[in-house]
């Protein structure tokens, strides 16, 4: 799902092709994008665009008249300029002569479009997540402490926060060396603090390093998955600060990924079904992890053999 970083980069992106251009027409490709039915949809045709912003992850588009368009790419959704294969065609937007669309991976029809009036109603879409790189270091410690979470699901949760999703969560923690498990309420006050401090490093970091790379292109490819992060995606692959293998937990869609050495003293972590099914044969560190695989190995070699 794209996150902050890369709302930002479309954001952006889209202001500056189409701020004060008109907007001729939303052709809708997929019945299941719109979601709501007031203002329908054609009142947006011939309005002029002026300007963009962010609610969360949510994209809006700013039309004359206080009209709005709300996008949530949700997963898959992106949108493009260029003609795109593979993916099912949501919308096409005509602007000032260019065609813009949006696509969404696979067939689970979870993005979405809201058409809204006036600023009463935009703010509806907004959850209350704090802006963290607009938060002082007591805002922070006090949206954390809101809720008795895992640090993973406070991150992710965008009524704490907003624009954090699972890949970016991912790598505050490992830059904080904090454990995706580890309780909201369990924290000290500089660990607190160090949390703040990766979450605004993480974040800008990511920002700078999108835009250098887009380079003033359209960004034709949002990924959760990029070149360059530490732990996220990187599943048996190693960790750029210690060398030890990047552990995972999977659960329900999402999975949280992090380095045993580095953010949980050499613990692995386990969901709880996993937990459940191995009982005791489940390995409780890095070392155990390496000892079964060794294991493993053997008994195969000697099959082969």
């Known amino acids: 799902m794209p996150e902050l970083p890369d709302v930002v980069l479309y954001l952006k992106a889209l202001d500056a092709r189409f701020r004060g251009k ?12 719109l979601r709501s039915v007031a203002p329908p949809l054609a009142a947006v045709h011939g309005r002029l665009v002026r300007g963009f912003r962010r609610i969360g992850k949510r994209i809006v588009w700013e039309l004359e008249g206080e009209l709005f368009l709300v996008f949530h ?3 898959a959704g992106r949108f493009h300029l260029k003609r795109v294969g593979g993916m099912a065609l949501l919308a096409e937007l005509g602007v000032g002569g260019e065609t813009l669309r949006l696509t969404e991976a696979g067939s689970r029809k979870r993005a979405s479009l809201h058409v809204a009036e006036g600023e009463e109603a935009l703010r509806a879409f907004d959850p209350g997540g704090l802006e963290v790189l607009e938060a002082g270091l ?4 006090a ?7 895992t640090l993973k699901r406070a991150l992710t949760d965008p009524r704490l926060f907003s624009g954090i999703g699972n890949a ?8 904080a060396r904090l454990s995706p498990a580890r309780r909201t309420a369990q924290l000290a006050g500089q660990e607190v603090a160090r949390l703040h401090a990766a979450v605004r490093e993480t ?11 887009a380079a003033g292109a359209f960004p034709e490819k949002v990924t959760a998955f990029r070149e ?3 732990v996220h995606g990187r599943y048996g692959k190693p960790c750029p600060t210690c060398g030890s293998s990047v552990q995972r937990i999977v659960y329900a869609e999402n999975e949280a990924n ?13 969901d709880r079904a996993l937990s459940r099914l191995l009982k005791e044969d489940w390995p409780r560190t890095l070392e155990e992890l390496e000892e079964q695989k060794g294991v493993r190995t053997l008994l195969r070699g000697g099959k082969g053999s």
């Open 228 to 230: 360059g992060m530490a």
């Open 22 to 33: 008109r907007l001729d027409e939303v052709r809708l490709r997929s019945p299941f994008l």
């Open 203 to 213: 974040l800008i970091e990511w920002m700078a390093r999108l835009e250098a790379e």
């Open 73 to 75: 790419l949700m997963i």
């Open 258 to 270: 992090y380095c045993a050495t580095c953010q949980t003293g050499g613990r692995l972590l386990a």
């Open 168 to 175: 970016y969560s991912d790598e505050i923690l490992h830059r």
């Open 138 to 141: 007591d805002a922070f410690r």
């Open 143 to 149: 949206a954390l402490a809101r809720e008795s979470h």
